[in-house]
């Protein structure tokens, strides 16, 4: 097994690391937390001891890794310390403070506790505690497990944990360690956690990234194990029992991958990794959709409709994808917001729901898929997440690791693993002529070449055009059909990273209302689908209201000429690759951080 099989899922807001080395702690866990920053960048903090050395001597700053970086080299801590944990935070309980950043300590400030997750019955834990005198110094759901474990006694640390984690309800990932014992003590419940062996000891993260370069394979630690490291490593479960150490899964993403490279941000490396990563995933599904190999390989019964459930840009992904299951398989096809996800009337039991999420930890999707009663697929970039355990059946998205917040590449592979899903209904229940999906199937195959295309043209307008666009307060992404979910996300690309508003509209929908925010400031970008008659009348009313137009379109006047001449039924995929560097240009012009725009993180596991 390969980490791109096993383990790319179980990403959550926060990142958790920690080490049992020989060498110094320190050297380990800020590489660590800069490699994980991009799941949360509110504060973050470690803490590092050693045997005989007291603390745990913790230093927490509020703001990115830098502000941390910055209080360290103020003030040192004790260097060669090989035993440590460390923490970067997306708050959600409680406000974005130095006392509610990572670690947390007990009363006598012996235990240190990094954690993900959500503990359900943090707010019953603390007033208990409370009551029986322990004093709490922040408002974190986190803090509870400092003080459980300080009061399950002087005993051996794995044994407090253990005692710890028996009374909380939620999820978890939790890396422990003490002044008094050397050792860490990992153990986690619904929320990933892995643990390798680096060459002077061991480390754990709950993402992989923070381990690139380190590890050459890791173990998963599944819900209930508790892990301690010491000068060696030992496995337990809930009840103490020993248990052997979990699979080796072999690392198989570089260091690189987790890297800038020749790019100035993520966002520019995932963008441009868009024509590969089609490429990729094309190479594997095209040859299994036509004889029915693609649809039969995933062990699903017979589809008789199909849900599509979503949040922000797999919601989009999905609706472009809904489209071949309803025009080329010719079924009934919903698609659903998952915060407001229930199940429709008349929407058969056994009908197909395929859950989306390059993630598969958002809590809004992983909720919605617990009422349904039929087959669930997901089709992921995160083939072990909680979402790829749940479901019956997974479609892996193979884009590679997407460390910038806006999705990128996972959009373009999900809408193409859905496209190639709908295509492989098709072709295994003869609901499309063979003919049909061989032609379907070939415009999937020419994708790569039209991204590549649609990279280098749109890179050098989308920079020329930032500085004119800098004043824009606002934005309309219009389109029609097949166009709209490309729309829609180019507004939400632009949104996200430059904190300007923008609204994915249907054209014909503009003269109801929306054209009374057009003025000579407010830009119109105009993607083209399907018959260009009423697009063209939509711009020229918007046009004639001062409106600047800027077109993604098929001819070589448009000011993106990006797609192709003949739309196939996922619609003009080429055009998400103009929005995305629009949205990226005017982000770096003013000023913004693209890969880690303000209140946002990689993956929201709240509901
Ligand atoms: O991990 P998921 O695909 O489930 O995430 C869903 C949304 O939170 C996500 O697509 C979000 O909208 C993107 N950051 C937008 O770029």
Known sequence: MTVTDDLRGGIVVCGIV????????????????????????????????????????????????DALLGRLAARPLPTGLGIGVGHTRWATHGVVSEANAHPHRDCSGSVAVVHNGILDNADQLRAELTRRGHRFSSEVDSEVVAHLVEEAGAGRLV????????????????????????????????SPLVVGLAEDGYVAASDLTALLGTVGHVHVLQ????????????????????????????????????????????????????PAAARRLLERLLPQIVDGRLWAGLGLPPVPAVRFVACGSSL???????????????????????????????????????????SGETADVLSAVEAVPGPLLALTNSPSSSLARRADAVLDCTAGPEIGVAATKTF????????????????????????????????????????????????????????????????????????????????????????????????????????????????????????????????????????RIIRVGAEPEATFPVLAADEP?????????????????????????TDKPRNLAKSVTVL
């Open 18 to 65: 920690a080490c049992r080395l020989t060498g110094g702690a320190e050297e380990f866990l800020l590489p660590a937390l800069r490699r994980l920053e991009y799941r949360g960048y509110d504060s973050a903090g470690i803490a590092v001891t050693g045997p005989g050395q007291g603390g745990p001597h913790t230093v927490r700053a509020v703001g990115r890794l």
């Open 223 to 274: 819900d209930g194990d508790i892990v301690e490291l010491t000068d060696q490593i030992s496995w337990t479960d809930g009840h103490g029992a020993a248990l052997p150490p979990r699979p080796p899964v072999t690392v198989d993403w570089a260091a690189e991958d987790a890297e800038t490279g020749v790019y100035e941000d993520f966002m520019e490396k995932e963008i441009a990794e868009q």
């Open 316 to 358: 989009h992904a999905s609706a472009a994808a809904a489209r071949v299951f309803r025009r080329v398989a010719g079924l009934p096809t919903t698609v659903a917001v998952a915060s407001e996800f229930e199940p429709e009337p008349g929407f058969p039991d056994h009908g197909l729901t395929v859950a989306v999420s390059q």
């Open 569 to 593: 039924p996922w619609g003009p995929l080429e055009s998400v690759v103009a929005l995305q560097h629009l949205a990226r240009s005017l982000a770096i012009t003013l000023g913004r951080d």
């Open 412 to 547: 373009t592979t999900q809408v193409i693993g859905g496209a190639a899903l709908g295509l492989a209904v098709a072709a295994a229940f003869g609901r499309a002529s063979p003919a049909a999906v061989t032609a379907h199937v070939a415009a999937l195959a020419r994708l790569p070449d039209l991204l590549d295309a649609a990279q280098l043209t749109s890179f050098p307008v989308a920079d020329a055009l930032a500085d004119d666009l800098a004043d824009a307060p606002g934005f309309f992404f219009v389109s029609r059909g097949a166009g709209l979910p490309y729309a829609a996300e180019g507004a939400l690309k632009l949104k996200e990273i430059t904190y300007r508003w923008a609204e994915g509209i249907a054209a014909g929908e503009l003269k109801h209302g929306p054209i009374a925010l057009i003025d000579e400031s407010t830009p119109v970008v105009v993607v083209d689908s399907g018959s260009r008659t009423r697009l063209n009348g939509a711009a020229a009313e918007m046009r004639a209201r001062g409106a």
């Open 159 to 190: 044994d407090a944990v253990r005692t710890a984690v028996r009374q909380l309800h939620g999820s978890w990932a939790l890396a422990v360690t003490s002044g008094r014992a050397a050792e860490v003590v990992l153990a986690c419940h619904r």
